[in-house]
């Protein structure tokens, strides 16, 4: 259980925002729920949650409010043009958990700052995907004042395990490097078996290879194992994965970080080939040989 909680809205329920909002509920923590598209709170109210008319009213009636959305345009539309800011209660808390990049998060912080003093701004991406989410196993990397944790604590407690990592912005700062980690390691697991591929070596070759090598994650195994398979259902897919590989971008040079921008483009080039909405890994379906490619089915490695 985590604890005695205020309410808490959770504002966007797509895939990681659906299952955070149910672990709250689960671990009894009364809570209200948004979408911009309604039917996907029928679940949820199911499940015990109350089910809000819009962003503001979620925000009227809870003393911590979690934005969970694609990118930073939907936080902006939801903090503005939606009323979520100016319906904030006087000494809520604002945990923004979305992917959203440097510069809207401290565009966003700024803003409370100036017009709403007495809201706390907690930036607070997470480390994981659906899996871990379904678990209450993801990282959240949060940022914000001292005070405001002890509010926070049985909500986040019920998501998995929080690192605090400084002042507001940090959270995000290092969710980018998490990403760039993880984009190159995904890279390695794809690249090398579309090279294996390429080489004649069957897939059972390359597993046995790094089965128990130091220089692959468990996570690479993993991901090794569903290319090996053609499994491309979406862990994390790769439209978001591409986005935040687009973020580090934003805080980096392309002429000296040209791995990062070559990576981005062939990303890019798989998004376009239509394997956004799957797994990040089906970059590897591009890297195939010529002839063996078939865009929308999965292929066998």
């Not at 379904?134 to 604590?153: F, T, W």
Request: proline letters at 5%; aromatic letters at 4%; hydrophobic letters at 50%.
């Amino acid at each position: 259980m985590a604890g005695v909680s205020e309410p808490v809205a959770v504002l966007g329920l797509g895939a990681m925002g659906r299952r955070m909002a149910r672990r709250a509920v689960e671990a009894g923590i009364p809570t209200i729920v948004w979408n911009r598209h309604p039917e996907a709170t029928r679940e949820l109210a199911e499940a015990g949650a109350e089910v809000a008319d819009s962003a503001a009213d979620a925000a009227l009636r809870a003393g911590i409010v979690v934005t969970m959305v694609s990118d930073a345009q939907a936080v902006g539309s939801i903090a503005r043009e939606q009323g979520l800011l100016a319906a904030l209660r006087p000494d809520a808390i604002w945990a923004q958990m979305s992917t959203i990049g440097v510069a809207a998060t401290d565009k966003l912080a700024d803003l409370v700052r100036t017009q709403r003093r007495d809201v706390t701004f907690i930036d607070a991406p997470v480390v994981g995907s659906v899996e871990p989410a379904e678990r209450g196993d993801l990282l959240i990397l949060a940022s914000g004042p001292q005070a405001a944790r002890s509010r926070l604590n049985p909500v986040f407690n019920a998501w998995g395990r929080t690192l605090w990592t400084g002042p507001v912005g940090t959270g995000t700062r290092l969710k980018v490097v998490n990403n760039v980690w993880l984009a190159f390691a995904s890279e390695a697991v794809v690249t090398s078996t579309a090279v294996a591929r390429r080489l004649g070596l069957p897939a059972e070759a390359v597993m046995n290879l790094f089965a128990d090598s130091p220089l692959a994650s468990p996570w690479q195994r993993a991901k090794l194992q569903r290319v090996s398979r053609g499994e491309y259902e979406p862990q994390f897919r790769l439209a978001l994965a591409l986005k935040d590989v687009q973020l580090a971008q934003q805080v980096t040079d392309d002429d000296q970080f040209v791995a990062l921008a070559g990576l981005a483009e062939e990303w890019q080039r798989a998004a376009a080939h239509g394997f956004g909405d799957q797994d990040l890994t089906a970059v590897h379906r591009i890297l195939e040989p010529q002839g063996t490619r078939h865009q929308g089915t999965a292929v066998r490695v």
